[in-house]
């Protein structure tokens, strides 16, 4: 993980956007410990979306409610860099569930990702999340998953799927690969292949490797809710 040295020596990187200076740099220095490459900082918006005009970062990681309103300012830019930038990927941190904005974030195309910010706690997970994303991936928090499960209607499409698939459906969410799947539930990588199968086609979306295409179908739980 933090000793793969083929995406450490790419050094990708980022830009970072949170109104709070202590969790801003706290990220700052991890990240340029784990081997990324930090080229600028933002309080606001406004602040993040100079830096992204004049950086071009590969990433951009910003928080939902930054100033002045402390709504949905950080959502606003990433809508605004994903049009202006759209190689640029963007990971959306949040210290709360939202639903509704992770669905429209999620639906906007690859490499992209919906993170709660307690995940940041647990440093291998956040610095492996963000090499993902770096690299062209999607990444949907397991808290946020765990809240469609609850919020799902009678009539929802989901009802379809069964426990394991709805547990393979959460690691997809994640960014697992079909291998990494299989080792997290302890099954043969054909066995995770046959259930994905399934999933989309239960969730009537068409079968690819496409990593949006997979992040989608979580994007049709939210659908159902």
């Known amino acids: 993980m933090l000793s793969d040295t083929r ?7 980022i830009a970072l956007a949170d109104d709070d200076i202590l969790l801003r740099e706290g990220l700052a220095s991890l990240l340029e410990r784990s081997g990324f490459e930090i080229v600028g900082q933002a309080g606001d918006a406004g602040e993040l979306l100079a830096v992204v005009r004049e950086q071009r970062p590969q990433l951009v990681i910003v928080d939902i409610r930054m100033p002045p309103a402390q709504e949905t300012e950080g959502l606003e830019a990433a809508r605004v860099i994903r049009e202006e930038f759209p190689e640029v990927g963007i990971l959306v941190l949040s210290a709360h569930v939202e639903v509704d904005q992770a669905m429209e ?10 993170l709660l910010k307690s995940r940041v706690t647990e440093v291998a997970d956040f610095v492996e999340t963000v090499q993902r994303i770096a690299q062209g991936g999607s990444v949907v928090d397991p808290g946020l998953v765990r809240e469609l499960v609850d919020a799902r209607r009678t009539d929802d499409p989901l009802e379809a799927l069964s426990q394991r698939e709805r547990e393979v459906l959460g690691l997809m969410a ?3 690969s079909n291998g990494g799947i299989a080792r997290l539930l302890w099954v043969t990588e054909g066995t995770v292949e046959k259930h994905v199968h399934s999933i989309l086609s239960k969730l009537d979306l068409s079968e690819t490797q496409d990593d949006h295409r997979r992040v989608l179908a979580v994007v049709r739980f939210l659908e159902a809710r």
């Open 7 to 13: 995406w450490m020596n790419e050094r990708p990187r």
């Open 105 to 114: 974030l999620l639906a906007s195309g690859h490499q992209i990702g919906y």
């Open 174 to 176: 994640e960014g697992r």
